[in-house]
């Protein structure tokens, strides 16, 4: 007696097919959503509450941007020179001979100061603080010094969250400023030097290309980029439960989650102020 196996219908499969789609993206806005409640929670502890223990937060704000922006000032600074004298150096040895030296201030505005700088300085974070920041929240919570700190009738959410946040907020936006600063003019001391171009010629080139639109969109994503950073990266932190070999699995996820996020953002905010 011969049984035919049954045959699963073309309807089951597109309704399991929906079915994975939809769950994906539900995981997705459920993280999204958690993200941001962390910024918008850090925002407004910082505005409305940062008179609860102003002097113990003032020293964790201090303390995190300390590590986070002025410890990462030798590496950005070499970073910042490289990327400048690579570009400086390619730009003046092909412009003057197609008659396009003016050319060079629009490139330095496009690559360095429009992604290069908010990106290079978040990455840089990331992998600096990002982790740092990840691994210390994780062994707070399995040491239970975080469940100590409620006991004492802390909020940790406003002692540990929101000045982690907002320092690396603030580091990453200073960085991208000191990163564009040393990539434009160090870039040309070092690798212009001897060019065909004078010193007064470049810098009349890159400040006749540079608008307030410009600026303010590199110094925007700065900020949001630090503020998801701190974000990703705390929440990866407290996700961390009973066992210390998920610190160094949170630390992975907050790092590949923090990058995923700023390119994302950062294509978001592109498209919105340059492609409108």
Same mark, same amino acid.
């Given at each position: *007696?011969?049984?035919?196996k049954?045959?699963?219908?073309?309807?089951?499969r $597109?309704?399991?097919?929906?079915? &994975?789609l939809?769950?994906?993206?539900i995981?997705?806005?459920r993280?999204? &959503?958690?993200?941001w409640s962390?910024?918008?929670f850090?925002?407004?502890?910082?505005?409305?509450?940062?008179?609860?223990? $102003?002097?113990?937060?003032? $020293?964790?704000?201090?303390?995190?941007?300390?590590f @986070? %922006? +002025?410890?990462?000032?030798?590496?950005?600074?070499w970073?910042s020179?490289?990327? %400048?004298?690579?570009?400086?150096?390619?730009?003046?040895?092909?412009?003057?001979?197609?008659?396009?030296?003016?050319?060079?201030?629009?490139?330095l505005?496009?690559?360095?100061?429009?992604e290069? %700088?908010p990106?290079?300085? !978040?990455?840089?974070?990331? !992998?600096?603080?990002?982790t740092?920041?990840?691994?210390? #929240?994780?062994?707070?919570k399995?040491?239970?010094?975080? =469940?100590?700190?409620?006991? *004492?009738?802390?909020?940790?959410?406003?002692y540990?969250?929101?000045? $982690?946040?907002?320092g690396?907020?603030?580091?990453? +936006?200073?960085?991208?400023? +000191?990163?564009?600063? @040393?990539?434009?003019?160090g870039? &040309?001391?070092? !690798?212009?030097?001897?060019?065909?171009?004078?010193?007064?010629?470049?810098? %009349?080139?890159v400040?006749?290309?540079?608008?307030?639109?410009e600026?303010?969109?590199? #110094?925007?994503?700065? #900020?949001?980029?630090?503020?998801?950073?701190?974000?990703?990266?705390?929440?990866?932190g407290? *996700?961390?439960?009973?066992?210390?070999?998920?610190?160094?699995?949170? =630390? =992975?996820?907050?790092?590949m989650g923090?990058?995923?996020a700023?390119?994302?953002?950062?294509?978001?905010?592109?498209?919105?102020?340059? *492609?409108?």
């Open positions: *007696m011969r049984f035919n049954p045959l699963r219908s073309k309807p089951i $597109r309704m399991e097919i929906f079915r &994975y939809g769950s994906g993206a995981s997705r806005a993280a999204v &959503y958690a993200l962390i910024v918008i850090s925002l407004s502890s910082l505005v409305f509450r940062f008179h609860v223990g $102003r002097r113990a937060v003032r $020293r964790v704000i201090l303390k995190q941007i300390y @986070t %922006g +002025f410890e990462a000032l030798p590496i950005i600074s970073i020179l490289i990327l %400048g004298i690579i570009i400086v150096t390619q730009s003046l040895s092909i412009l003057p001979k197609v008659g396009g030296e003016g050319l060079i201030g629009d490139i505005v496009w690559v360095v100061i429009r290069m %700088g990106l290079f300085s !978040a990455v840089i974070v990331i !992998a600096r603080s990002g740092a920041i990840a691994s210390e #929240l994780g062994s707070m399995i040491s239970r010094e975080i =469940t100590t700190i409620e006991a *004492m009738g802390i909020d940790p959410m406003h540990l969250i929101m000045p $982690r946040v907002i690396t907020a603030v580091s990453v +936006f200073v960085l991208t400023f +000191f990163f564009e600063f @040393t990539s434009v003019l870039g &040309y001391l070092l !690798a212009g030097l001897g060019k065909n171009m004078t010193f007064s010629v470049y810098i %009349g080139s400040l006749d290309s540079l608008a307030f639109l600026v303010a969109v590199s #110094l925007l994503k700065s #900020l949001v980029f630090g503020l998801i950073i701190g974000a990703v990266c705390t929440s990866h407290l *996700m961390v439960r009973s066992s210390i070999t998920e610190i160094p699995q949170q =630390t =992975t996820k907050a790092v923090s990058f995923k700023i390119f994302v953002t950062d294509a978001i905010v592109t498209f919105i102020f340059f *492609m409108s």
